[in-house]
């Protein structure tokens, strides 16, 4: 089934402050063999808002995560979603090659990218995804709620946050099939700045120490959730790592919520 993807005719064109320092890559584009780095694995129940991704197109197929935000709308990175035709959406499993019969199945009706995503800096790198019809609501399956309004202004720094996805624990490691997720803290802003450039690290960018490489999301992982072990709330989306790879011990990338409620509310309908 085709699905309509809405674009922006016209990309905002980014201006440079500083040099990045370091290139960034696409997660679903670092080395096919690896993914989440030093994760735990999931328990059922434990990520009810997390989903998987199977993604085609006429160029090739890819996977990504996804958080349910609500029964009929997934969040996820714009760039798991760019040049796609046809995406399937899985909520409420743990592994991947073994699907549970609570699973639940969908496919996307709509998918929308933010209108000024820049494919090569990945600014503003948040797509939304309507199902093709609502997702029956179980503590399998479940949304998780956004980042609050009162937190708008709030960088984050140092709080304790949690990334999920399906992917390696290394990158020359084994690829498991079930979920996991990892433990991380927010980074400064300045701190990631520092490596990356303020083209690439604006003010719609959080980033997560990655404790030198041991702890840090992978390819696979992009566009999943990263929420905060405090509230619940999820304040990021998997976005980008270091071109030179998952274990570098650069700051791990992603798109920060608070930064797009008003877009996501304004394209979902949702009170936000």
């Known amino acids: 089934m085709k699905i309509t993807i809405l674009l922006s005719a016209l990309l905002v064109v980014a201006s440079a402050s500083s040099v990045a320092r370091s290139p960034i890559a696409k997660l679903k584009d670092i080395k096919p063999e690896s993914r989440i780095v030093g994760g735990s694995l999931a328990e059922a129940g434990q990520f009810p808002y997390q989903v998987w991704l199977s993604i ?7 996977d990504c995560g996804g958080s349910i935000i609500d029964a009929e709308w997934i969040l996820t990175a714009a760039h798991c979603t760019y040049g796609a035709s046809e995406i399937v959406v899985i909520a409420g ?14 496919t996307a009706s709509q998918v929308i990218i933010h209108p000024q995503y820049e494919l090569t800096t990945l600014k503003n790198d948040i797509s939304l995804i309507r199902l093709s019809s609502p997702l029956q609501l ?7 709620p956004l980042v609050d309004r009162s937190e708008v202004n709030d960088s984050f720094e140092g709080e304790h946050v949690i990334a999920s996805g399906w992917g390696r624990t290394s990158d020359a490691g084994p690829a498991p099939s079930q979920l996991r997720y990892v433990d991380m803290y927010v980074e400064s802003q300045a701190a990631c700045i520092g490596y990356y450039g303020s083209v690439t690290v604006t003010d719609g960018v959080i980033c997560t120490y990655t404790e030198y490489g041991t702890k840090s999301t992978c390819q696979g992982d992009s566009g999943g959730p990263l929420v905060s ?23 791990d990338g992603f798109t920060r919520i608070t930064y797009y409620l008003d877009w996501i509310q304004q394209t979902t309908g949702l009170v936000v």
């Open 229 to 251: 072990k405090a509230t619940g709330h999820l304040i990021g989306c998997t976005s980008f790592v270091s071109s030179t790879g998952c274990q570098s011990g650069a700051p």
């Open 56 to 62: 085609s197109s006429s160029y090739g197929g890819w």
């Open 138 to 144: 179980t503590y399998k399956v479940w949304p998780v």
């Open 93 to 106: 499993s743990l592994n991947i090659e073994q699907l549970e019969d609570t699973v639940q199945t969908r």
